[in-house]
């Protein structure tokens, strides 16, 4: 059975990091498209981050590129999602998704219905 497991939110004032690390089991780990989502109080859940199976290829969504980072270790089945400069407007929930297994190495996605493999979520509270 699939399992992944989130961990690492917490609450950060502005300007702060954190790293949520992603733990996969009951897949294999390195034919899976890996991605990070968030979902905020009263509004739908939204892309933040992907990685190919290969680690090659990696997209952000605009309003994190250049203060978050995700990584992938397919020796340990981990992703990892570095978020650095953190912002009020940051606060979510955050879950680590899987879309797979992919022939592609190199393919990703920016669409959570094409993911088939969640997380439980963990929140992430950035303060003013």
């Known amino acids: 059975q699939a399992q992944l497991v989130e961990s690492g939110g917490g609450l950060v004032q502005a300007g702060g990091s954190l790293r949520l690390p992603c733990a996969a089991s009951g897949v294999t780990f390195s034919r899976y498209i890996m991605g990070w989502f968030r979902q905020a109080p009263g509004q739908e859940r939204e892309f933040v981050a992907v990685i190919s199976s290969n680690g090659g290829n990696i997209v952000y969504t605009d309003s994190v590129k250049g203060r978050f980072t995700i990584s992938r270790d397919n020796a340990k089945n981990t992703v990892s999602l570095q978020m650095d400069s953190l912002k009020p407007e940051d606060t979510a929930v955050y879950y680590c998704?899987?879309?797979?297994?992919?022939?592609?190495?190199?393919?990703?996605?920016?669409?959570?219905?094409?993911?088939?493999?969640w997380g439980q979520g963990t929140q992430v509270t950035v303060s003013s």
């Open positions: 998704a899987a879309d797979g297994p992919k022939s592609s190495s190199t393919m990703v996605s920016r669409d959570d219905r094409l993911y088939n493999y």
